[in-house]
């Protein structure tokens, strides 16, 4: 049995868990640095999207009341040539009337079949007027769709190549966190990868620097750093909750915390 397989047979020492989780740190900031490359081109990737399905529908909307409106005159039409027949027939009618109250009664059917007409005479010209606006928005929605497949092929060119000139390297640096994660265990794992999706910065673990945390920069107690640089736990930030580990096992030069400030109270004492 190899040393290497002994290894793995036993849990993994704490610190030798911090330091791969140090380093998966760095690795996952580099996939950072490369996402950060292609900028929000994915959002405006899927804004573009979203905005054509958005004019899609509108134009689609615009299509359905032409069409309703079109069904809509050609019902008040056949409407009108109804009403029309009717008052040819009521002038034939009144011409061969036998009394006053027969005359009335035709004269105010056929008054009541013109009013008829001139209403849906009105209602045709308005249905017209609307179409109108609705072929005018249909055009601007069409050319605006048009600029937006623009858009969007122009910005998924420029994805798919800076996707495509950093795929190679994003890959590479993902095969190696991913072996590295091996070394850690579940539970701390689980919890470095919730802190550092919380993380602004999206650090998850993080040096002590100047006597402070190297993620929000209070203060760390003396007992405290002395607990971090034994390497007996996983110590957590009582401020921003991201794992700490001292600058000297994670390789990284640490930066000494600047000496106090004498008052002048205790200058005055010491010249005395």
């Known amino acids: 049995m190899t040393t290497e397989t002994k290894k793995s047979e036993k849990e993994h020492s704490v610190e030798e868990r911090l330091q791969a989780l140090y380093q998966l740190q760095t690795l996952l900031s580099e996939v950072d640095k490369i996402k950060t490359l292609r900028g929000e081109l994915p959002n405006e990737v899927k804004d573009c999207e979203d905005e054509i399905e958005r004019y899609k529908l509108r134009i689609a909307k615009h299509n359905d009341e032409i069409a309703m409106l079109g069904d809509s005159i050609r019902q008040l039409n056949g409407a009108i040539d109804e009403c ?157 909750g991201r794992i700490m580990i001292d600058a000297q096992l994670s390789g990284v030069e640490e930066t000494p915390a600047p000496a106090p400030v004498k008052t002048r109270a205790r200058a005055k004492k010491s010249a005395k």
Request: glycine residues 2%; contains cysteine.
């Open 84 to 240: 029309r027949m009717k008052v040819d027939r009521y002038n034939e009618q009144i011409n061969n009337v036998r009394n006053n109250r027969e005359y009335a009664f035709l004269e105010k059917e056929r008054e009541y079949q013109t009013l008829e007409i001139e209403l849906n005479e009105k209602k045709i010209r308005d249905a017209k007027e609307k179409i109108n606006m609705e072929e005018e928005a249909l055009t601007r929605d069409k050319v605006e769709l048009e600029d937006h497949c623009h858009i969007l092929d122009t910005k998924k060119k420029e994805l798919e190549e800076i996707v495509s000139e950093t795929r190679a390297e994003e890959e590479s640096i993902m095969k190696q966190a991913k072996d590295l994660e091996h070394v850690i265990d579940d539970y701390t794992l689980a919890a470095f990868k919730r802190i550092r999706k919380n993380a602004r910065n999206g650090l998850g673990i993080v040096t002590v620097q100047r006597d402070a945390c190297g993620g929000c920069f209070n203060r760390i107690p003396p007992q405290r750093q002395l607990e971090i640089k034994m390497h007996k736990k996983v110590i957590v930030c009582e401020y921003c």
